[in-house]
Every structure is written in C-alpha cells, then in structure tokens.
T-cell receptor, first 114, second 113 residues
Framework: KQEVTQIPAALSVPEGENLVLNCSFT??????LQWFRQDPGKGLTSLLL?????REQTSGRLNASLDKSSGRSTLYIAASQPGDSATYLC?????????????FGKGTLLTVNP | DAGVIQSPRHEVTEMGQEVTLRCKPI?????LFWYRQTMMRGLELLIY????????DSGMPEDRFSAKMPNASFSTLKIQPSEPRDSAVYFC???????????FGPGTRLTVL
C-alpha cells in the first residue's frame, strides 16, 4: 500500500527566503506525482505534475523535482511571498491506465511572514 | 467556467440523521471524484466515477456511505445514518479525459453532533 509522508508538517519563514518542502513515498513504482496548494476553506489547486519519466518541472518561482529510486520529491519555492502562505500537498498516482487513484500526504502548512 | 460546485458548504446535523452532499462537476469533465479530509487521516479518496459509472469505491468506509451519479452534471454522496466520526471536509473533484490534473470544489464541511 502506497504511503506518502510530508516533512515538515509546518514551516514559518520570513518573506524573500528560498525554501524546500519534502515529500516521500513508499512504493517507487509511481506513474506520476503532483503538488497541490490548499488555501484555508478552499479546495486544492494543482501546481505542478511530474511524470515518472521526468526529473523536474518548473512554473514561475516553483520547481518540483522527483527521484523515483529514492522515493522522494521536493518542491522548491524561490523568493517566498506572503501570498505563498498555504498548505502544500503532494499526491502520488501509483498506477497508469484507467486507475486514477491519488494517494495524498497530509501536507505542509507554510507561513511566509512579511 | 464556474468550476466544481458543491453544496451545501457547511452542514451541521445530529447523529443518526441522513446527510446528502451534492456536486456539480465542470462541464465536459467525464471523471468525478469524492474525497474526505480529516486532520488524522488527511485526504482520502472515497469513490470515483467515469461517464457516470462508479469505477473504484474501495475507499468508501462502510455501508452507511453511498454515492450516485445520475447524469454527467450531478453527483451525490449520502451518509445514512451519520455518526460523529463522519465529521470532516468532503471534496468533490473532476477531470476531463486525457488530462491528469483534478479540479477540486471548495468542499463541504460536515459536523455531526
């Protein structure tokens, strides 16, 4: 059974700092991995999706990397801003084909202080 | 596009009552997912549909939970009878064929007293 762990559970940083969020998964035979953002009282928004054949994906100040063999992914946020404050979740899709089940970590609550 | 719509946004009920949560997926999306989020267990997939047909309901916790999708624009998740341990935020998400990203609704916060 796939298990996804995110460390740390919470992180507080001053504005402008670069930071890294971590995600680990137990079964390295994944199809893809996604990073989501969740704002209080709202649903999840997909930030980046990395296919199993890829090593990283970038969008603006965000960069996600994937190391399948070690069962790890990181989300790098450059020059953090107060608007980046949210909970960040990673999710793994273990099977391909018609199985679209995602397994989520419990998230990292990020606070960026002005 | 209005995005995924869920109703109600908040529901408070008493133990033993029937609860019905509703979801309208994004038009043209043929996959629909129901999730439950709690502090203890995080976000868990309950069930998902493809073209209105349930594909995987292995995450449905027990027989008290049931989900239906009578047409492409509407789905319900019903809990009968409800129990305090069902208190959680329930999310609905949808996605179109060929795109791996799921689009989430704002969730329904359920409190069972």
């Amino acid at each position: 059974k796939q298990e996804v762990t995110q460390i740390p559970a919470a992180l507080s940083v001053p504005e402008g700092e670069n930071l890294v969020l971590n995600c680990s998964f137990t079964d390295s035979a994944i199809y893809n991995l996604q990073w989501f953002r969740q704002d209080p009282g709202k649903g999840l928004t997909s930030l980046l999706l990395i296919q199993s054949s890829q090593r990283e994906q970038t969008s603006g100040r965000l960069n996600a990397s994937l190391d399948k063999s070690s069962g790890r992914s990181t989300l790098y946020i450059a020059a953090s801003q107060p608007g980046d404050s949210a909970t960040y979740l990673c999710a793994v899709r273990t099977s391909g084909g018609s199985n679209y089940k995602l397994t989520f970590g419990k998230g990292t609550l990020l606070t960026v202080n002005p | 596009d209005a995005g995924v719509i869920q109703s109600p946004r908040h529901e408070v009920t008493e133990m033993g009552q029937e609860v019905t949560l509703r979801c309208k997926p994004i038009s043209g999306h043929d996959y629909l997912f129901w999730y439950r989020q709690t502090m203890m267990r995080g976000l868990e997939l309950l069930i998902y549909f493809n073209n209105n047909v349930p594909i995987d309901d292995s995450g449905m916790p027990e027989d008290r939970f049931s989900a239906k999708m009578p047409n492409a624009s509407f789905s319900t998740l019903k809990i009968q009878p409800s129990e305090p341990r069902d208190s959680a935020v329930y999310f609905c998400a949808s996605r179109p064929t060929g795109v791996d990203t799921q689009y989430f609704g704002p969730g329904t916060r359920l409190t069972v007293l």
